[in-house]
């Protein structure tokens, strides 16, 4: 006896996660690094060049300093000199000669001297210090500056990471709904081929022309899936060229997600989103109730890692949205 019984023996590769060809989080490291490193290392060859630039000016700038109040000296003592020989001749010409006021005058002309002499020191200390302290602020800043890039480059790099990984993520997506929708076409096909057998077998015992309606049935529905398949095809040829278009645009696209979600994920947003007036609301919605929203995926047949996948692409949808409904 022929009975109907449920096709099994399809092949199993159009279920099969692709996913699974995305490279593991080290290789999208190691990638971001690639890309990301060549930049920042000529910037930190920059912040150290500067600093090695900036370092050899204020030294330099020490010997002007040092040329500078050595000049201011000589000419202090010159001009105490000078000073010393006009009192001392215009004692000689009031007749004093080497009197006790001359030699007072004289005495309090070093004592002025030697107080403008240690202002002069003074100074110049004062003026050496601060180149010094200058240099030293100047390592300092370009040590901050380099411990906050250090700091900026791994966010940077796990940002980048996550960018590509995402990527393959959005193009698997995709690839797997086009699989799951054909391999559904081709078990629907088989299970009714096999219905039909079943029905048509019982039909020919009792009326004996079961053979030549099978052949009839199994024609038309042959013929049937032959034009279905053709359409498959077609689709899948548009959706190739749409996702390589797709792919060119990604990195000026603002992220914008192309993954086509289960059915089960498609009645979860199609409820979120027609529920509220603007995408702000919807996705602060989601955001809220991320456990709730999962669930609803997982009560509804799908695994807790692709609802957590379906979850990531409905939030950067609603993020990517800009709609406001009146």
Do not use: C, H
Not at 30 to 39: G, L
Request: zero cysteines; charged letters at 15%; aromatic letters at 8%.
């Amino acid at each position: 006896m022929a009975g109907y019984t449920t096709y099994s023996g399809l092949s199993n590769v159009a279920l099969q996660n692709p996913l699974t060809k995305v490279l593991p989080d080290s290789g999208y490291a190691a990638k971001a690094q690639s890309q990301y490193d060549p930049s920042y290392n000529l910037k930190v060859t920059g912040l150290q060049n500067t600093l090695a630039n900036n370092l050899s000016n204020l030294e330099n700038s020490k010997g002007q300093i040092v040329a500078n109040y050595d000049k201011s000296v000589a000419s202090q003592n010159l001009n105490n000199e000078l000073s010393k020989n006009n009192l001392n001749n215009d004692a000689l010409n009031r007749g004093l000669g080497r009197s006790s006021i001359v030699t007072s005058g004289l005495a309090q002309a070093d004592v002025i001297n030697n107080r403008a002499l240690a202002g002069i020191q003074g100074d110049k200390t004062t003026a050496l210090n601060n180149v010094a302290l200058q240099q030293a602020n100047a390592n300092m800043d370009e040590q901050n500056q380099q411990n906050t890039m250090a700091a900026n480059r791994l966010d940077d790099l796990q940002a980048l990471a996550d960018k590509l990984k995402d990527k393959d993520l959005d193009r698997y997506d995709s690839e797997l709904a086009n699989n799951r929708n054909y391999y559904m076409q081709q078990l629907n096909y088989n299970n009714a081929v096999g219905q039909l057998n079943d029905n048509n077998y019982w039909k020919g015992v009792d009326q004996g022309n079961w053979q030549q309606q099978f052949n009839l049935n199994k024609s038309n529905s042959q013929f049937n899936n032959d034009l279905n398949l053709k359409k498959y095809n077609l689709d899948a040829s548009n959706s190739a060229f749409a996702n390589n278009l797709n792919e060119k645009n990604y990195n000026t696209s603002q992220g914008a997600v192309n993954a086509k979600i289960s059915n089960a994920a498609t009645d979860v947003y199609s409820r979120i989103y027609g529920q509220f007036n603007n995408s702000k609301d919807a996705l602060s919605y989601l955001q809220s109730n991320k456990a709730r929203v999962i669930g609803q995926m997982t009560q509804a047949g799908m695994t807790p890692n692709d609802a957590m996948n379906y979850y990531i692409a409905m939030s950067k949808d609603l993020g990517s949205k800009q709609y406001s409904k009146k």
